[in-house]
């Protein structure tokens, strides 16, 4: 199965830690769906896969109306079977969510939510420069309910600088009482061009410390099984049932198709990545002209990324999987590797599958690129 990324590019603002392509302007959006929806009729032969899940990410597209949503929605019905999708997720932020648009959003189709939360304390959320405040939250949670929305992911940042002495405990303890399906946590990186980025160059923002990061995703990673959520990706944790479709696809290595400004899309054997820029994606489209960048990718780049991917999650990778893409020489090279990694306690190796072990995750890019074969 396969996924489709829908990316709309508008946020009302900029959050402090964030890199993603957005803006800040709607004065574009129009222009931007119409784009998206000729991108969709331009790309008749690459909804030919079997598609399990939607999701409209971002920016931020709660920012959109329901007609704006629909012109896109209809767009893609002409392409796939819409009754086919198991999974059709938003992005939303709690300040914007309202029994009105979720019910909007039911009769669209959409089946699951994922709630930009982000922290349980209105001192971090300002510092993040969110625009909701934790009754929101609540308030918005329990609105998602009543409209009928059960299946609710939540996103949570933690990692702050160690000097806040943040207490994450007591929040994402908060966050378990508000029943969602699934929970992301997510470490806080300083990304290139973000206002964070400024602080730091500025020498205004002290990092975490790298044994806090690992204390505070072990007792995350231990909170959140204790409370019946299975740990399946570094990040991603799920009640029985509801691992996301959609982010499954890329773990596993699946096509998916990305539409709009910045998407990236992966077939089989190429990547393709969409202009990150509103007016030159659209004026591109309208025109005939080129409004994206690929690669072909060779044998060595799938193994790779395979087994970057691979070992993220709690089923790591079948080394019969990804043999068959390195030669005899490689899988000597590979295999020396692996037998190091094993003896220093990173990787193990069971029934002929590499994982890495859940206390260890955190290392997961480290072991990855020790795994890699360059040539």
Not at 91 to 103: A, H, T
Request: proline share 2%; hydrophobic share 35%; with cysteine.
């Amino acid at each position: 199965m396969s996924g489709i990324y829908i990316h709309i590019p508008f946020c009302s603002k900029a959050c402090h830690y964030c890199d993603f392509h957005f803006s800040t302007s709607l004065k574009s959006k129009e222009k931007v769906i119409n784009g998206i929806v000729n991108e969709i009729n331009l790309r008749k032969n690459d909804f030919k896969l079997d598609f399990s899940s939607l999701y409209f990410g971002g920016g931020t597209p709660s920012i959109l109306k329901k007609e704006d949503l629909n012109k896109i929605i209809d767009a893609l019905k002409e392409q796939i079977k819409f009754e086919n999708l198991k999974e059709i997720t938003i992005e939303i932020n709690p300040e914007d969510i309202s029994s009105r648009k979720l019910e909007q959003y039911r009769e669209l189709g959409f089946n699951r939510l994922s709630i930009g939360v982000q922290s349980m304390n209105n001192k971090y959320l300002k510092w993040m420069n969110r625009s909701h405040s934790k009754n929101q939250i609540v308030q918005a949670i329990n609105i998602c309910k009543s409209v009928g929305f059960s299946n609710l992911s939540l996103d949570f940042i933690y990692g702050l600088p160690t000097h806040f002495k943040r207490d994450y405990k007591t929040e994402l303890l908060e966050l378990i009482e508000l029943n969602p399906t699934h929970i992301s946590c997510y470490h806080l990186t300083i990304e290139k061009g973000t206002y964070f980025e400024y602080l730091k160059n500025k020498n205004k923002f002290i990092e975490i410390e790298d044994d806090k990061s690992e204390e505070e995703f072990l007792w995350i990673s231990n909170a959140l099984k204790m409370a019946n959520f299975n740990h399946y990706e570094i990040s991603s944790f799920s009640k029985k049932g509801y691992d996301s479709f959609h982010n499954s696809n890329y773990w596993k290595q699946r096509p998916y198709v990305g539409i709009g400004p910045s998407a990236h899309s992966f077939s089989s054997k190429k990547r393709r990545w969409n202009i990150s820029n509103n007016n030159t994606y659209c004026n591109n489209i309208k025109t005939n002209k080129t409004y994206f960048d690929e690669e072909i990718l060779s044998a060595l780049d799938i193994f790779n990324e395979r087994i970057m991917l691979g070992l993220r999650t709690e089923k790591g990778v079948k080394i019969n999987e990804v043999s068959n893409y390195i030669n005899k020489n490689q899988r000597k090279i590979f295999q020396n590797k692996l037998d190091n990694l094993i003896n220093d306690g990173l990787v193990i190796l069971k029934d002929k599958v590499i994982k890495i072990p859940q206390n260890k995750w955190l290392m997961s890019e480290y072991v990855s690129r020790e795994l890699f074969i360059l040539k």
